[in-house]
């Protein structure tokens, strides 16, 4: 891509969804004076794009922005990235009660670029029926929105149909990192590669993939390590990412003021991967690979009969995540969100219904309770 919208973003952009906390607080109690220090950090450093949502931190991310940000700095100096819930709508009203609240809640006028959040498949029907891609463009002729776009979680052949349908999206935004690149889940080569093919650019999303690649198992760590002893194992990621062209930013969801520090350095003057630096990267996938995991087919025939509604396929998939990356706190966190609506682990009442049920013929009531230990105490 020659130019385009976002080519001359600086390429590293600060994801308001894992904001510091108040010890013993809940997602809810952000640490606004951490946040404040490490907003101060990533600008100085002459980064400026924020990306937020209605839904981070349960609506504390977007007054966290206001805070930090918009109340502290001129509105030139930075660009924000708000979506639209689409969870929460049930009809075409929802989405401007919505958007005014995102409006207050970050004190900004406009946003300089809107999306419809995660949107896959399954939300398609919802969009056309509620009026969501007009209302999108009616948000950018009334000047509150600067561009319009999507955040994308589904394969690559839906992502085509979009597109394809909605030449009005500017940008979109997918997850991207060097081990989802070639996933048949995620696809985000294809996905990547779908959004040059529409000359769409794009902001990227988990780079670092929730923090696991910035952990991952000792065998694994340890050959990026002996490779090059001073980078981190976070810059590897990044780096991945920032060799991409069409790029508008890379998002990273940053914690830490030393997570700030580390991903600014190494997007000071990044440097593409090379040939023998990307096979190094190979080598370190193909030890993850073959980290011996829980063979579990995702074939979801435990979750039919479960009283208890435990959504075990996923709990599983947090399972194999942690064994393989050693992120506790990213599978930890994404173990609460999968089940904030199924049981959780430790609600098993032990019928064996599902074990009866799995054809991998798994030991399900004894991984769970390995899980409920691992995850809800972590939690
Ligand atoms: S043993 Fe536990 S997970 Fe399995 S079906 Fe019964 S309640 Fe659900
Ligand atoms: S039935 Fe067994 S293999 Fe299938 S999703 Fe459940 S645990 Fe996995």
């Given at each position: 891509m020659k130019d385009y919208l976002g080519k001359n973003t600086p390429k590293l952009g600060f994801g308001l969804m894992r904001l510091p906390t108040i010890p013993g607080g809940t997602d809810q109690d952000i640490?606004?004076?951490?946040?404040?220090?490490?907003?101060?950090?990533?600008?100085?450093?002459?980064?400026?794009?924020?990306?937020?949502?209605?839904l981070y931190h349960g609506g504390k991310s977007e007054e966290a922005l206001r805070e930090a940000?918009?109340?502290?700095?001129?509105?030139?100096?930075?660009?924000?990235?708000?979506?639209?819930?689409?969870?929460?709508?049930?009809?075409?009203?929802?989405?401007?009660?919505?958007?005014?609240?995102?409006?207050?809640?970050?004190?900004?006028?406009?946003?300089?670029?809107?999306?419809?959040?995660?949107?896959?498949?399954?939300?398609?029907?919802?969009?056309?029926?509620?009026?969501?891609?007009?209302?999108?463009?009616?948000?950018k002729e009334r000047g509150l929105v600067k561009h319009i776009?999507?955040?994308?979680?589904?394969?690559?052949?839906c992502l085509d149909k979009i597109l394809t349908a909605h030449p009005e999206t500017e940008l979109v935004q997918l997850q991207i990192n060097y081990a989802d690149w070639e996933s048949e889940k995620v696809q985000a080569r294809l996905c990547y590669e779908t959004a040059m093919k529409h000359n769409v650019p794009v902001t990227i999303m988990e780079p670092v993939r929730g923090g696991a690649l910035a952990s991952m198992h000792p065998d694994a760590a340890k050959i990026l390590k002996d490779y090059a002893p001073d980078a981190s194992l976070a810059s590897w990621a990044i780096r991945f990412c920032a060799s991409l062209d069409g790029l508008i930013t890379i998002l990273s969801g940053m914690t830490?003021?030393?997570?700030?520090?580390?991903?600014?350095?190494?997007?000071?003057?990044?440097?593409p991967l090379t040939d023998e630096e990307r096979e190094v990267i190979a080598k370190a996938l193909k030890v993850i690979d073959s980290i011996p995991v829980i063979p579990c087919t995702g074939c979801k025939y435990c979750i039919t009969n479960c009283p208890?509604?435990?959504?075990?396929?996923?709990?599983?998939?947090?399972?194999?995540?942690?064994?393989?990356?050693?992120?506790?706190?990213?599978?930890?966190?994404?173990?609460?969100?999968?089940?904030?609506?199924?049981?959780?682990?430790?609600?098993?009442?032990?019928?064996?219904?599902?074990e009866e049920h799995c054809p991998q013929h798994l030991e399900i009531t004894s991984i769970l309770k390995q899980a409920a230990e691992l995850f809800e105490k972590k939690a």
């Open positions: 640490d606004l004076e951490k946040v404040k220090q490490m907003v101060d950090l990533f600008l100085e450093r002459g980064y400026t794009y924020f990306d937020t949502a209605y940000v918009v109340k502290r700095y001129p509105r030139d100096k930075f660009t924000v990235t708000d979506k639209m819930p689409l969870w929460d709508i049930k009809g075409e009203a929802d989405y401007e009660r919505i958007f005014q609240t995102q409006l207050q809640r970050t004190g900004l006028e406009y946003f300089d670029y809107y999306f419809l959040h995660g949107i896959g498949e399954s939300q398609l029907e919802l969009i056309d029926k509620t009026g969501g891609w007009d209302y999108m463009k009616k948000l776009g999507f955040s994308f979680h589904s394969p690559a052949a830490t003021l030393e997570q700030v520090d580390d991903n600014t350095k190494t997007m000071k003057d990044v440097k208890q509604h435990i959504p075990t396929p996923a709990i599983i998939e947090q399972m194999n995540e942690y064994t393989k990356y050693q992120n506790l706190t990213g599978a930890a966190r994404t173990y609460g969100m999968i089940t904030m609506m199924g049981g959780k682990a430790s609600s098993c009442v032990d019928c064996k219904s599902c």
